[in-house]
């Protein structure tokens, strides 16, 4: 069965500074990775996904990501926080085929310094 | 609609109370997902529609959960005897396919007393 592993539950970076948050997946065959973006009392935001050739994903809001099959990685980036990019960010892989089920890592909590 | 919405929003139910929790999806979307998201956790699966067949329950936690969508649309879960336990964000998220990424509603927070 597929699964991801976010490392780091809380990270804090100041504001103009790049975010990375990293996302290790675990699948047995080339799946869909996705990241969302939960801000505090609302439901999930799709912030970009991998699905097709394309390594580089770019998203909403100045994110992207990149798929690296030989590192089983799909780390999150943005050049420069900006406050209102504090909020949890969810990883999470689908296999290609099948019903589509997601499944989601545990989370890492953004925490911008002004 | 333009977005997957929940009802209600919140919910506060004694130790033993049954409740139901409501999603209408986006309309023309096929696919229905339930998840449960504990303080602090990332949602963890409970249920799959394609239109009106549950073709995956295994993530139900107990024979208390059940789930519905009798007409391929609005899904409503039921929880039977709620226990503490079962204090939770609820999420719907709709879908035409996974390669476009789910569509979540704000959920309905749970808290059981």
């Known amino acids: 069965a597929q699964s991801v592993t976010q490392l780091g539950s809380h990270v804090s970076v100041s504001e103009g500074a790049l975010v990375l948050l990293r996302c290790n997946y675990s699948s047995s065959v080339p799946p869909y990775l996705f990241w969302y973006v939960q801000y505090p009392n609302q439901g999930l935001q799709l912030l970009l996904k991998y699905t097709s050739a394309a390594t580089l994903v770019k998203g909403i809001n100045g994110f992207e990501a990149e798929f690296k099959k030989s590192e089983t990685s799909f780390h999150l980036t943005k050049p420069s926080a900006h406050m209102s990019d504090a909020a949890e960010y969810f990883c999470a892989v689908s296999d290609r085929g099948g019903y589509q089920k997601v499944t989601f890592g545990t989370g890492t909590k953004l925490q911008v310094i002004p | 609609g333009a977005g997957v919405s929940q009802s209600p929003r919140y919910k506060v139910a004694k130790r033993g109370q049954d409740v139901a929790l409501r999603c209408d999806p986006i309309s023309g979307h096929v696919s229905l997902f339930w998840y449960q998201q504990a303080l602090g956790q990332g949602p963890e699966f409970l249920t799959y529609f394609q239109n009106e067949a549950q073709l995956d329950k295994s993530g139900l936690p107990s024979d208390r959960f059940f789930a519905e969508r009798p007409e391929g649309s609005v899904s409503t879960l039921k929880i039977q005897r709620t226990q503490q336990e079962d204090s939770a964000v609820y999420l719907c998220?709709?879908?035409?396919?996974?390669?476009?990424?789910?569509?979540f509603g704000s959920g309905t927070r749970l808290t059981v007393v």
């Open positions: 998220a709709s879908s035409r396919g996974v390669a476009y990424g789910y569509t």
